[in-house]
């Protein structure tokens, strides 16, 4: 009469027997250590451990998975390497579980819009979805525009287009986006002080007090007025009145 073969089918498992797992073949690690195949296969498994199998060819039956499930998924179920299962899907051009959604790309001029209007409002505007602009304001955690948020008076409605809107966002100490919207929707242009002819009025007043103040008056950039005054060789306002200068600086003929 034969004994019975002993088996160790469902006892805890050992450190080398762990050890071993992916290293050898499943049907080795089981006859060596009195398992079931399916029991070390299972463990193996369980514990993520893949087992390298020598190349093989693609079968029918392993093509018609690729794209039913995403290549990660389908290389676990076949066990063969992520890179294989892309290549293989990609070279008889089957499309992924997930294809990418198809968009234009976003340009830096319409980055700028975001949070100027209401995401509905830009929307129309850009021809784009409701989602897809809420979805990029939020990723470049700019605001929701509020109308509300600042009132505009008649007085900084006036300095619209005379200097460039981060100048006046900074005057103001309000956003950029809000400042241009502003501008945008009364068709007021930017008008870039620096590039204006110098007029004899404006010459004559080069000088006659400090470029802060003349700059103001003439609504142009400070460093224009103090270039400007360098180049026609007028002295600053400073200087003239502490020579006592000043008065017949006042008085000179227009340029």
Known sequence: MSTPVKTRRGQPWTQAEIK?????????????FLRTITEVAAERVRRRIL????????????????GKFNDRETAR???????SVRN????????PLRPLPKGKVWTREEDKLLGSMPDRQLARLLKRSFFAVQAR???FKIPKFDAKFHQWTSGEDALLGTMTD???AARLGISYLAVKDRRLRRGIPVVL?????????EDRLLGTDSD????????????VVCIRRQKLGIPNFYWLRRSGRERRFANRKPL
Do not use: C, M, N, Q
């Open 51 to 66: 087992l390298p199998t020598p190349p093989r060819r693609w079968t029918a039956r392993e093509t018609r998975l690729l």
């Open 212 to 223: 802060t103040k003349i700059a103001a008056l003439l609504r142009r950039d400070i460093a």
């Open 137 to 139: 304001r939020i990723l």
């Open 77 to 83: 179920r076949l066990r063969r390497s992520y890179v």
């Open 88 to 95: 293989r899907r990609i070279r008889f051009k089957i499309p």
């Open 20 to 32: 071993l797992l992916g290293r050898k073949p499943d049907s080795v690690i089981a006859r060596r």
């Open 193 to 201: 002080a620096h590039r204006r002819d110098w007029t004899p009025e």
């Open 166 to 168: 981060s100048k006046l």
